[in-house]
């Protein structure tokens, strides 16, 4: 093993790992915001309006995400809309994971007893007012460590990316690779730098959920 070859393209690592983390943070807000218009649209939609959200879930929750970013990458500039190789894996990404956040969320809304609705109703709170101010908040808290959970999941989910090009972090461990034949030094510094990232989070994860919410979040 000789690892000393790789000290020159460190930048290729860091610049991977910082797209990485960037495709991440994108899909995970982009999911999260997904996830809680849908699961408010299962709640109180029209029935064609629950129908297709249910629709959107069952296709993304049940197909390979690597063939929703190749359908985005390849196929849609054949509608006329083509999107650079980050841009076509960060929606592709936001909609699988929009569509996990989407059944996570409303888990967490059918936690909320119905007394807490009534209370809210009674103090003359409008619809929208009760959601977003009685029944989101504490439905978000209860399902806090499943977001979590997931989020790490679309972390480590992001090297599919690379299959289209997107110069995340794997994608770069395979031009590394290629320029020094070094495969398992590549690699392992790979799963490396993945590791700490997720580890980092977990770290990150908790200490949010112990300010925040004032109890341990379980792993």
Known sequence: MNFQQLWRYQDQFVEGALITLALTLIAAVVGLAIGVAGAA???????????????????????????QIFLIFFVLPAAGLKLPAFEAAAVALSLYFGAYAIEIVRAGLDSIPKSQVEAGQCLGLTRWEVFRHIVLPPALRNVYPAFTAQFVLLLLGTSLASQVAAGELFHAASFIESRTYRSFEVYAVVCAIYFAMVIAFKALFAVIGLAAFRWPIRR
Do not use: H, M
Request: proline share 7%.
């Open 41 to 67: 649209l299962l709640r109180g939609g029209a029935k064609p309006v629950r129908l297709a959200v249910r629709s959107y879930i069952e296709i993304f929750r049940n197909t390979p995400s690597l063939i």
